[in-house]
């Protein structure tokens, strides 16, 4: 029973219904090695006798211990550290003896500064109410909850709204009258941000994905930048679309470049410096160029290819700019030992000619540092600790990190801003990656709230027999939640900024992420269930008060328990073209979630030449990801039935012959006509990779592969100046618009 309960109070799953609807249960060993996760102090993948360390953290004394702490003490301590409430039904929870007579005293200090106060008898007050109990031994405590009125005990209470207000209680103790706690009461909105979403009469919004890296562009240091995003920006609004969807923006592991997933981030709350624009930063006409030619010559890479005489000319920078654009497989290597060593002479120029003299840009400067504060600190240190003694820096200073960050959010901001000015009325759509690398700063700077003896991932199924391990650290959700989820706060504040939506990736780790053991002598893993009604509360205000719309990305395993929640706060559902069927077939437009993003694809799936041409099945073949020529044929005889089964929906719409065959169709045409059927659904919003507009045929990413394929380096095949010249670009985006345009529900 000990132990039941504390795999139950840790949130360890007993089961779950798999991709196919059927119900697994997770065994004994599987959940109690995941257990051994959360509760290991010391890494037990390296303990002399495993078992050992297993027995000791499973002692019958551990267990009692550890489900005292979590079951039994809050009932204790008067007030929970953290509690929430709804707008609409204001309520107080706090602890008491159930023998207890005396009067307490409750004090509201309100957000606005306003502050409150009245004593209650629980036992006799009319307002207070008994919605639980506990026994220690011998005594009952009582779960009483305050229904909060304009008027309590005939006192007038101020208006109260939505915040983070705090709470205090006094004279619960009997041997301490004086005593105190305090805790924090989250008054929460029911949604999350609405404003803006389009009415049953309005015109449906659409918009551009595309990864930001992968703009290519005449001005750019091999690689797509926020001054790349101003000219998309400009192209995106041109055509009347109202958003454009990027990539993770989050900061990357200097320390290996080459490892560029946006998914397995460094840090989330921090941009990756190498979307600076160069030449946009003020400091830029400062910089010595030769200076800074001395510098790069010493590297072996790129500069080898420029003629000792370039290097002596003006031109010299554009030569190299030139040299870092002709490939079109991003080289992470030489970009970021090109664009640091920049970066880092635009900071001396900075410290020169701003902070030396204390101008406005050097408060200013000064000003978004102390609003950081400690966990901006937290992560400059680390970044001088990951860039020592590599190439491409020279002994940064943190202050170094913190202006590379201060230069990346305004950049980022002008480009929200000038989205905004173009009539766009969402702009950006940023992304919130689910996890983090282990070695990141975001975990070594708060390793008390990550479990590092696991990663996070997927259960096997039938298209991953072994599951999928993402190499992601996850939050420890009682530390979280001992935490008063301030970091979990500070994320979406981070991630919210300076666009109109924010997509969170994999959102059921709000309810639950499936858990695997580092060693894996611990089991096969388990899913781990996370606080949803606290994470959900947190998101509606902090979505609201930054004017923040919310896209789930609910693709996969969806859990019943979390849809109704998603779609009672607001949130959006995320939707993929080619996982859309209903009985094995396309889903009709008409039939598209209405509160929904509709993707006709992403960076996890072939564009659509490739889906088309069979490209793709070539690519896994060659990759070993498909087992052998049998099983391709088997699959490339489930696309010919896919590709009839679209053929047949765009002809049925009326936007292609119905002559048209596998054989004969335009591939022109049926492009136009894919996403001009699409853009006739009900979703609320709907995108377009912009690889697609471009009839782009390779992968950002095949899924699966590591060192196989160069995940996350392709470029797009044309520059902006190319995609804003192209006219059958534009005469796609029209036709979308259009589609767009006539959809009502």
Known sequence: MGLDKLLYL????????????????????????????????????????????????????????????????????????????????????????????????????????????????????????????????????????????????????????????????????????????????????????????????????????????????????????????????????????????????????????????????????????????????????????????????????????????????????????????????LNYTEVSFCKYHVLQLLYEQFCLKQLNCNSQRAQQFKDFVAEQGQPLTQFCLQQVKASANLDGFDNPAAEFFAYLQFVAEQQLAKCQLHAKQQQMSIGLVRDLAVGVSASGSEVTSHPELFCTHASIGAPPDRFAPQGQNWGLVPLDPIALKQNSYQFFINLLRRNMQSCGALRIDHVMSLLRLWWWPNNSELGGGAYVYYPLDSLMAILCIESQRARCRVIGEDLGIIPTEIITCLESAGVLSNQLFYFNKQQQQFTAPKQYKQHSLMM????????????WTGADLTLRRSLDLIADEQALSQLQAERADDKQQLLDLVIAHNQLDATSTLDNVDYQALLSAWIQVCATGKAELFSVQLCDLIQERLSVNVPGTWHEYPNWQRRLPKTLTQIINDDEVKLLMQQLAASRAEVTN
């Not at 992403?602 to 030449?609: E, F």
Request: charged letters at 20%; glycine letters at 4%.
């Open 10 to 329: 840790q949130g360890v799953a007993i089961e779950f219904n798999d991709c196919n609807g059927e119900y697994v249960r997770i065994s004994d060993a599987d959940r109690l090695g995941v257990l051994t996760c959360m509760l290991t102090k010391v890494d037990a993948s390296q303990s002399d006798c495993l078992s050992t360390a297993t027995e000791l953290l499973l002692s019958e004394e551990s267990i009692a211990k550890r489900n005292f702490q979590l079951d039994a003490k809050p009932w204790t301590q008067a007030l929970p550290p953290f509690q929430h409430c709804d707008i609409e039904q204001l309520t107080l929870s706090f602890y008491l003896p159930d023998n207890f007579q005396q009067q307490v005293e409750i004090k509201l200090q309100l957000e606005s500064g306003e502050c409150y106060q009245f004593a209650i008898n629980a036992s006799h007050h009319f307002q207070c109410r008994v919605v639980g109990d506990y026994r220690i031994d011998a005594q009952v405590y009582l779960h009483y909850q305050l229904q909060i009125s304009t008027d309590v005990c005939g006192s007038e209470l101020p208006h109260i709204g939505f915040g983070y207000h705090q709470v205090s209680i006094s004279g619960y103790s009997k041997e301490d009258a004086d005593k105190q706690i305090s805790a924090t009461w989250l008054v929460a909105p029911t949604k999350t941000y609405q404003r803006g979403l389009t009415t049953q009469q309005a015109t449906k919004e659409w918009g551009i994905s595309v990864q930001l890296y992968s703009l290519r562009s005449e001005n750019q240091w091999g690689i797509g930048d926020f001054g790349d995003l101003l000219q998309l920006i400009d192209l995106a609004a041109s055509q009347k679309a109202a958003f454009i969807l990027l990539n993770p923006l989050h900061a990357l592991n200097i320390s290996t470049p080459e490892e560029a997933s946006p998914y397995s981030p460094d840090d989330r709350r921090r941009l990756n410096p190498l979307y600076i624009n160069i030449e946009q930063v003020a400091e830029f006409n400062d910089i010595d160029q030769p200076k800074l030619l001395s510098r790069l010559s010493q590297f072996d890479g790129i500069l080898s290819q420029l003629e000792n005489s370039d290097l002596e000319t003006i031109d010299s920078l554009s030569a190299l700019k030139h040299l870092l654009n002709q490939s079109d497989w």
């Open 600 to 611: 006709l694809a992403n960076h996890d799936v072939p564009t659509l030449a490739a889906w």
